[in-house]
């Protein structure tokens, strides 16, 4: 996997936990949601990523 989508997939996830956090600290639970999602999403392409590699050596 390239470096660069690596960055992405975490920056992804990164995104979702401050999306979270701002959704808790400020009582909206819309956002904390989102938060959730993105923050799963990156998780999971970081997980497939990390497959995918140990399947290429």
């Not at 999306?19 to 999403?41: C, M, N, P």
């Amino acid at each position: 996997m390239k470096f660069g989508k690596k960055i992405a997939h975490r920056a992804e996830a990164t995104k979702g936990g401050a999306k979270k956090s701002t959704g808790r600290a400020t009582g909206s639970r819309r956002l904390q949601a989102e938060g959730r999602g993105d923050q799963a999403k990156g998780n999971l392409k970081q997980a497939v990523a990390k497959i995918k590699d140990a399947f290429k050596h």
